[in-house]
């Protein structure tokens, strides 16, 4: 038997579901309520922190969508069944929304979270209902009663004044020539009259269908043919949420252009009319629908405008209207733009859209990309150069990673999950993330899950991935999670809990801090008292805090008060077992022994964080891990960073004997505090912070020990990588 040591370099690879003996050493069995980066290592996630209780009413079924205007103004859309309503994101502060048009447009027969798709382009955003069918109006073109309420893009052309809306358009054809040149002159005996209509037929060999030209102010201008129905419906169009000066919101009908030149063979209606709108986008400064198998773009920088300009010739700035290719039916359900390109998606089939330089009617196709089976509800993000999307593997979902290689130009989706197979619940229902932090988070609405949230960190060097981590976060057994949305460095979460949903936000910056401090307080709806938020009460020596969530619904044990000022008070802990909640004024409440307003408490919600060790191997020269004999291991050693506590649990007979009481080897828990004797942060009545080694035992066999890393403090831990030595025999030799 000798003596033997390996080492762990990182501990930032997350969890796999391989063999133990497949698994990378970096790989864990289980991680929950970590956050692994490759900076920082291995780490306590950071809280969730309150923005305001935005609803008491059951929104369980909405559809919700992030506006992210600037640094400073950011909203949360919440879409219910016939109604819609704006939220601060920074502040959870509810908007005015005005109705001018009433709310007919939002009701739905179904799941409002699957009936709406929304993209924003400053001040506008689009709502498109995917029940409502796209019509053109009934008559020729008369004027709307509501027509001077409509919104309008900077670029929509008014009329001429010397026309209205009701006149534009109308009349008879007053006569048919060849070319433009036979069109009457003003020197003609029979000059033409101020609004003459004519068709410039052209000729048949030239297959030129003919264009229309209107008599004005002494000029000709191309017009459209008369008796034709050139106006899109705008009650079954798209709606526009558009915010005002004053801060308010109006959701209203939009100034859809009508057809102005041609006819229905020359100039005919978009592909989207006398169908539903499956999802709006907006990409190199068109506006873009998707329906059936089509993807219709609005005219360059005029979202306004789905109909040619011209029919004398095709413009490169015209509307883009093109089908997918493929042999199957494949109805178009989400649109991504990514990494200067764009992928559309199928219920079966991703297509990309290829463009020779610039977007234009000649430079487009639709090509069949991969042939993977898609998650219809849940809609694929972009992030940086790739695109991420769920698909169904039975009982569970796994996520796949678009991508096209330079080199080969050749297309591929990895499944990102392939190490953990079993590990996403199915019945996902919404991912985000961004490229700031390199991360993507996935809800589910699986029973057991619905607290749940999975995330996939991930790094890349050039073309090679160095880190690729699956770990979950777990929120009070209670909670729901409705929607989550990454903004640059913020995670924000709509969560229903029994009393109503709230807002929260939970600050993905490795350098995040409390106010005052130069360090976070890992705390759930965690909330910073405000002066105003406290009372002291002398009669009863205590302080009574007023929180704006209710204490009455919280789990006792989870309760933590932490100050962040005074003297030997920064980052204390307040004794738990003192806490009075709820109390009589009101489940609000919470009051706190002595007077303790000058301390600036933080009070929120304590949560556990638990990494696994994978099981240990002695491995050959060629990394392989080597099955045979026995490894027995006597410590564990963690290198960690800026620590202010943690714990190691160790269960040396397995999960299943953790809990029997044995005098042999027990299970051992111990402690670290961030207090090293003879260190200058040893200071008493305020936390320090520590960087260094330690070393625990196990004194276990390899294959059935448990080795835990916990943190159930407010104060982070930081793990860069570990070692273990063991005492190894084998009575075998290796071949390799």
């Not at 305001?52 to 929104?59: M, N, P, S």
């Not at 009982?395 to 591929?412: A, Q, T």
């Not at 609405?445 to 890349?460: D, L, R, T």
């Not at 949560?607 to 891990?625: L, T």
Request: glycine share 8%; proline share 5%; aromatic share 12%.
């Amino acid at each position: 038997m000798s003596l033997v040591s390996r080492h762990i370099p990182a501990l930032f690879q997350g969890v796999s579901q391989q063999p133990a003996t497949l698994r990378q050493p970096a790989q864990a069995e289980r991680m929950v309520n970590c956050y692994a980066t490759v900076a920082d290592g291995l780490k306590k996630r950071p809280p969730f922190q309150h923005v305001a209780k935005v609803t008491t009413a059951d929104i369980s079924t909405a559809f919700v969508h992030t506006i992210n205007r600037d640094v400073g103004e950011r909203y949360v859309v919440v879409i219910t069944d016939g109604d819609l309503k704006v939220y601060d994101a920074n502040t959870g502060a509810e908007k005015t929304v005005n109705f001018p048009q009433g709310k007919a447009y939002l009701n739905v027969s179904g799941n409002a979270n699957a009936s709406f798709s929304l993209v924003s382009i400053a001040d506008y955003t689009f709502v498109v209902n995917k029940e409502k069918k796209v019509r053109i109006k009934d008559t020729p073109i008369t004027q709307p009663p509501n027509y001077s309420s409509w919104y309008r893009p900077n670029t929509w052309r008014a009329l001429p004044a010397s026309r209205t809306y009701s006149t534009y358009g109308r009349g008879t054809l007053t006569g048919t020539v060849n070319t433009f040149s036979d069109l009457p002159k003003a020197s003609d005996p029979s000059p033409p009259s101020n609004g003459a209509l004519y068709k410039v037929a052209g000729y048949d060999e030239n297959n030129f269908g003919g264009y229309y030209v209107r008599r004005v102010g002494g000029v000709w201008e191309e017009t459209y043919g008369p008796g034709a129905n050139d106006t899109l419906d705008e009650l079954t169009m798209p709606w526009a949420l558009v915010r005002q000066s004053n801060g308010d919101f109006d959701l209203t009908t939009f100034g859809w252009d009508g057809r102005r030149f041609g006819d229905e063979e020359t100039n005919p209606p978009p592909t989207f009319v006398g169908r539903t709108i499956n999802d709006v986008f907006y990409w190199k400064n068109r506006l873009g629908f998707l329906t059936d198998e089509n993807v219709v773009f609005s005219g360059a920088g005029d979202y306004g405008n789905f109909w040619r300009n011209t029919v004398t010739t095709l413009l490169d700035s015209d509307v883009v209207d093109v089908a997918s290719t493929t042999t199957k039916v494949s109805l178009l359900e989400y649109a991504v733009p990514f990494n200067n390109g764009l992928m559309l998606f199928a219920d079966q089939t991703q297509f990309s859209l290829n463009v020779t330089d610039l977007l234009t009617p000649t430079s487009v196709s639709i090509d069949v990309a991969t042939n993977y089976e898609m998650d219809r509800g849940v809609r694929p993000i972009g992030i940086g150069t790739d695109v991420y999307f769920v698909t169904r593997s039975g009982p569970y979902s796994k996520m796949r990673e678009y991508f096209v290689s330079e080199d080969s130009l050749s297309n591929d989706a990895a499944d990102v999950t392939a190490h953990a197979p079993r590990y996403l619940p199915r019945n996902l229902f919404k991912i985000a993330g961004n490229g700031n932090e390199d991360v993507i988070f996935g809800i589910s609405s699986e029973p057991g899950h619905k607290n749940h949230i999975y995330a996939y960190k991930f790094y890349w060097s050039g073309d090679q991935k160095l880190q690729s981590a699956w770990g979950h976060w777990e929120l009070d057994p209670n909670d729901r999670l409705l929607s989550i949305d990454v903004i640059e460095n913020n995670l924000y979460a709509l969560i229903r809990r029994t009393d109503g949903t709230y807002l929260e936000r939970c600050d993905l910056d490795d350098s995040a801090t409390v106010a005052g401090l130069d360090f976070d307080i890992l705390l759930d709806r965690r909330y910073e008292v405000r002066p105003g938020d406290m009372r002291f009460e002398a009669g009863n020596n205590r302080t009574v805090i007023t929180l704006p969530w209710n204490t009455g619904n919280c789990d006792r044990d989870s309760m933590r008060v932490v100050y962040t000022t005074g003297s030997d008070s920064v980052g204390r802990l307040a004794q738990t077992d003192t806490y009075t909640y709820p109390i009589s004024a009101g489940n609000a409440e919470i009051a706190i022994p002595g007077d303790v307003r000058s301390f600036k408490p933080v009070v929120g919600l304590g949560y556990d964080s638990e990494y696994q060790f994978s099981e240990q191997f002695m491995v050959d020269r060629k990394e392989q891990a080597i099955t045979t004999g026995r490894l027995q291991l006597r410590t564990f050693t963690v290198y960690y960073q800026d620590a202010g506590y943690f714990e190691t649990e160790v269960q040396p007979y397995g999960e299943l004997y953790s809990s029997v009481e044995t005098s042999i080897v027990p299970s051992g828990l111990s402690s670290f505090t961030g207090r090293t004797v003879g260190e200058e942060s040893l200071q008493l009545g305020s936390v320090s912070f520590h960087s260094g080694a330690y070393t625990f035992d196990v004194s276990g066999n390899s294959k059935e020990a448990v080795v835990i890393l916990k943190n159930p403090s407010h104060l982070q831990a930081k793990f860069s990588s570990c070692e273990w030595e063991a005492l190894w025999h084998n009575r075998s030799r290796s071949m390799g």
